[in-house]
Structures are given as structure tokens and as C-alpha cells.
């Protein structure tokens, strides 16, 4: 038999990366809801997510709002979704980027006013999700030096890692009743690696796309048919 050994480079390269996978897999999460109201979605009415669309800080991710309308809008217990772009278009100039609510206090001001709330009863809406927050990167630690070494070949090596956290609150508004009926929210974080001896691994921790499913599913579950006791 033989044994073939690896070098001490390549043991060493072979448990840190072993390391990242493991750690960098691991996203923690938290999910909480409360309820204000009972909620009853009818066969011909639909739902809409929406966010703050103003370009200042603060603004929460296009990207984020389309994957909680696709995530709502699929898989088990799927519900009606009206898509942003076509609430826009059927609300137009109410929801339009320069003259669209800020926060939840404005949205409800907005969709008070008779014109607007009768175009969106109109249009099928019968709830209104406001969603609020952001995923952002912190506490950068390491670092990752890179070059070109004999024969032309780049290598690299190093190790940075850094925090990412996920943090969102949807508001859910009935159109009918012209009342906030609940608020979800939903958090995560993880830290994420790229180690390098000779080629760069990036291990990501997919904090957003984890608040995402954990939100589509609690919105799903909040608008969904409720058992016998309400809850």
C-alpha cells in the first residue's frame, strides 16, 4: 500500500478551509410577529410588498422586496401577489420614486386619502406590506495580499472575514379596513470568509436571502387561512 502525504501547506489549507465552510454556514436568525387584527384574504383579492423607494440612505433593496413577491407568491401555501411595478403603474403618481411615502406614516396618510384608496380596491389590493430595513456589513477584520509568482501564475494569501446582518420589518396593511392588522420582522446575521493560500475561497453567509424565506414564509403564514382559533 501506498501512502501518499500532502504537503504541510496543503494540510494546513485543507482544515482552514474546512473551518470557514462550517462557520460561514452557519446564519442565525430570529422571527418575530404580532398580530392587531384577524386577517381574510378573498379568492379575487391580492397582495403587494412595497418599500421606501426614495435613492437616500436608509432605502431597503429592490432585490430584497422582488425575492419576498416571489418567495410569497410560490412554493406551499402560495398567495396572490400584485407585483411593485404593476401597483405603481396602477397608482401612478401616488407611488412613483419622487413623491412615494417615506415610512409607514406617510403610507398611511397616502392610502387614507379616498381617491387612492378606491383605485387600489379597484386594482384587487387588499393588503398593503410595507417593508422596512437593510442587510450591512461590518467589523472587517484581516487581510488578503495578492501577486503574480513564477511562471506568471497569480497566488494569493490571507484571511479577512466580516460580519453581515440582515435586519427587516414588514407592516401589513388592509386596504378594507384602512387599519395596520400586524407587524413581522426578521433578522440574521452570519460572518463571512475569504481564505487564501494560493487560491481565494470565499465562504458568503447568506444572511439575506435566509431573512428572506423567513419573512416570505411568516407573511404567508400571517395572510394564510387561519384555524379555528384565530391564531
Not at 490571507?158 to 414588514?170: H, T, V
Not at 481564505?195 to 458568503?204: G, H, N
Request: glycine letters at 8%; aromatic letters at 6%; a negative charge.
Amino acid at each position: 500500500m501506498t501512502i501518499q502525504r500532502l504537503p504541510r501547506h496543503g494540510i494546513a489549507a485543507s482544515l482552514v478551509l474546512a473551518a470557514a465552510w462550517l462557520a460561514g454556514g452557519c446564519v442565525q436568525t430570529t422571527v418575530q410577529g404580532v398580530r392587531q387584527a384577524e386577517t381574510d384574504l378573498g379568492d379575487s383579492e391580492s397582495v403587494v410588498i412595497l418599500s421606501r423607494k426614495h435613492k437616500t440612505q436608509g432605502e431597503t433593496e429592490d432585490d430584497f422586496v422582488a425575492c419576498v413577491s416571489d418567495q410569497v407568491n410560490s412554493g406551499k401555501d402560495a398567495l396572490p401577489i400584485l407585483t411593485e411595478r404593476e401597483f405603481v403603474d396602477a397608482t401612478f403618481p401616488w407611488f412613483e420614486p419622487r413623491t412615494a411615502p417615506l415610512n409607514m406614516d406617510d403610507l398611511t396618510q397616502v392610502i387614507n386619502r379616498p381617491i387612492i384608496s378606491e383605485r387600489i380596491d379597484e386594482i384587487g389590493v387588499r393588503y398593503l406590506v410595507w417593508i422596512e430595513g437593510q442587510t450591512q456589513r461590518s467589523d472587517e477584520t484581516g487581510s488578503l495580499q495578492c501577486t503574480v509568482v513564477t511562471g506568471g501564475i497569480p497566488g494569493c494569501l490571507g484571511f479577512l472575514s466580516w460580519e453581515r446582518g440582515s435586519n427587516y420589518e414588514a407592516s401589513v396593511w388592509d386596504v378594507q379596513r384602512r387599519m395596520t392588522v400586524g407587524t413581522l420582522s426578521s433578522e440574521a446575521a452570519g460572518t463571512s470568509f475569504v481564505i487564501a493560500v494560493v487560491v481565494p475561497v470565499p465562504v458568503i453567509a447568506r444572511v439575506q436571502e435566509e431573512a428572506c424565506a423567513n419573512l416570505s414564509q411568516e407573511i404567508k403564514t400571517f395572510l394564510g387561512p387561519q384555524d379555528s382559533t384565530g391564531a
